[in-house]
Every structure is written in C-alpha cells, then in structure tokens.
C-alpha cells in the first residue's frame, strides 16, 4: 500500500491554500484527514507531548489513517544512551499504538551524525530500547550509503529513509532502497541556496517540484514498494502549502 501525506499539517501560512480561512485550527487535522491517509508529526522532535495530545489527533482521524512520528532530538541528535527518554516517547505516543494507527518512528539524524564504530553502536542501542515499534531511519550524511549498513539495517528489521533533497556534497543521492516491510521517502525539495544558511528556518523547505522532478521518483517509489508491505510519502516542502501541491501530483501517478 502506497500512504502519501505531508510533514507536518499545522502551519499558519496554510491558511487561505489549503485550509479555509474560516476553518478553526483545532479542525485543520479532521480537515487534512479527508483527503490524506497519513501524517508525518514533527513537533515531537521538539517536545515530547502528553499521551492526551495523540489521543485528541487519533480522535480526529479516521480508520484508516496512519501516524509517522518523528522521534525527538534527544534520540538523534544529543544522543542520551540510557532509554529514558526513549521511554518517556513510547508513553507519548501510545494512544497511537493502542488505536493500531502507528507507521512507524523516523529518527532522522543529524549531517554531523557520520557512519563510524561508536554511531553504528548509538543506532543498535536505540533499535533496542524502541524494541517492537517499527523504526525508520533518515541519514544525512552520505558517507552510511555502504551495503554492509543495509544489511544491518535488514537484520533488524529497521527501514531505510529514501531523500530527495539539493544534490550538495556529502548529501544523500536521490536512490530507492528499502531494508525492512516498511518503505520510506521524504521530498525535502532542492533549495541548494538556502540548506546550509536559510535566514528564516522556512526557507530550507520553500521549493516547488516540477512534473519533470517528480516523475523522476516514479519508477523509484514503484521499486520500493515491489519490496515492501507499506510505503510511506511525504512532501516537507511545506512553505505556504507547497507540500500539498507535491502529494496532489504523485498521487496523480501513483494512485
């Protein structure tokens, strides 16, 4: 099954392009889920909220709706080894897994977080403490494309996030794999000017995709989802609502 949705679906400058200007924000989520299946939620990587705030989202999606949750920086991006904060994200997040509406956790790491011994060892630690809950992981540091990481990546059932993002140095290439029954692919957009220095943090993310570049992911998605049981979509590039636009033209094709 292909799940197409955005990063995110909480954004002011949505309003008047995607969400109608009289729609109550508490009512933007039950607004979303009508036309998109899935959801990938940021804000965790911030805060880790009250199990009551993923109570309220399951409460405003349907069935046959699904949750991509972004796992918090502790975990990715300082690191804490000991589990506790990985725990107090499984509590968070347990409305979502009791409902069965859970995609699985993205750990996206880090440009910094480079492929060595002592990270490799982070990433089995982290595997562990998350135990049963599907994982993803997002590399941004080109130098984990080695095919002894996919296969330790199969070994533990652990999935692998596909990128499409500004061809710089040492960044990830746009290839499709997948490591585990669960695929993965984020288009970031390919703002080459703005991804190391953006002046305002939108300005990474503020990039409309042709046909042309999209198309290019056709046959990539369709490899990915040849191998997997449930592939995951999502556009990041969300300044005033381009995300929506980039999943309207996918799902063109896909579905």
């Known amino acids: 099954m292909i799940l197409l949705g955005t990063s995110g679906f909480s954004y002011k400058d949505w309003v008047g392009v995607f969400y109608p200007a009289q729609l109550e924000q508490r009512e933007w989520l039950s607004y979303y889920s009508q036309e998109f299946h899935t959801c990938e939620i940021n804000s965790t990587y911030y805060a880790v909220p009250r199990p009551t705030v993923f109570e309220a989202m399951v409460a405003k999606t349907g069935k046959e709706f699904w949750f991509a949750i972004k796992a918090n920086q502790e975990m990715t991006h300082q690191r804490d080894s000991s589990g506790q904060i990985c725990q107090a994200f499984r509590q968070a997040i347990a409305p979502v897994v009791r409902e069965g509406k859970l995609g699985c956790i993205l750990a996206q790491f880090p440009?910094?977080?480079?492929?060595?011994?002592?990270?490799?060892?982070?990433?089995s630690q982290l595997r562990k403490n998350l135990e049963d809950l599907?994982?993803?992981?997002?590399?941004?540091?080109?130098?984990?494309?080695?095919?002894?990481?996919?296969?330790?990546?199969?070994?533990?059932?652990?999935?692998?996030?596909?990128?499409?993002?500004?061809?710089?140095?040492?960044?990830?290439?746009p290839i499709a794999e997948a490591t585990s029954k669960i695929g993965y692919v984020r288009f970031h957009g390919r703002n080459k000017e703005k991804w190391w220095q953006p002046e305002q943090a939108y300005e990474r993310y503020d990039y409309t995709y042709s046909d042309a570049e999209l198309q290019e992911w056709v046959p990539r998605i369709k490899k990915i989802v040849g191998s997997t049981e449930n592939t995951f979509i999502f556009a990041n590039n969300h300044w005033r609502a381009q995300s929506i636009g980039t999943v309207r033209q996918l799902n063109r094709w896909l579905n």
């Open 111 to 123: 440009y910094s977080f480079g492929y060595s011994r002592e990270n490799l060892g982070y990433l």
């Open 134 to 173: 599907p994982l993803v992981v997002e590399f941004r540091n080109a130098g984990w494309l080695k095919v002894e990481v996919f296969q330790w990546l199969r070994e533990r059932d652990t999935g692998f996030c596909c990128v499409d993002e500004p061809q710089l140095p040492n960044l990830l290439p």
